[in-house]
Nanobody
Framework: QLQLVESGGGLAQPGGSLRLSCVAS????????MGWFRQVVGKEREAVSC????????YYADSVKGRFTASRDNAKNMIYLEMNDLKPEDTAVYYC???????????????????WGQGTPVTVSS
């Protein structure tokens, strides 16, 4: 079992920044791809970003490319999502997720992921 806990969400103004963090209860250093997803009430959960186990491959949704940056610190069992130039349409609950056994690359589909955090809400509004 791997527990994930997100933090860093909150209220930001359009054009502002937030940094999300996710800490895992166990090691994510080998064979664990990590993903960031978001969900708005009434809509499907969508992939925002994912990052491979070895940190050599990342994916970003077109809607966040150039504005969001995912990173990981395997030594601390943590991943991060730096969100800049936030827009109202970024408002959602953000989740981190772990895909255990994924040695190379990362998937964008939620059902590939084995463990999920409880989510942290992000609201972008003036």
């Amino acid at each position: 079992q791997l527990q994930l806990v997100e933090s860093g969400g909150g209220l930001a103004q359009p054009g502002g920044s937030l940094r999300l963090s996710c800490v895992a209860s166990g090691s994510i250093s080998v064979g664990v791809a990590m993903g960031w997803f978001r969900q708005v009430v009434g809509k499907e959960r969508e992939a925002v970003s994912c990052i491979s186990s070895s940190d050599d491959s990342t994916y970003y949704a077109d809607s966040v490319k150039g504005r969001f940056t995912a990173s990981r610190d395997n030594a601390k069992n943590m991943i991060y999502l730096e969100m800049n130039d936030l827009k109202p349409e970024d408002t959602a609950v953000y989740y981190c997720a772990a895909d255990v056994g994924m040695v190379r690359g990362c998937f964008r589909v939620p059902n590939r992921y084995d463990y999920w955090g409880q989510g942290t809400p992000v609201t972008v509004s003036s």
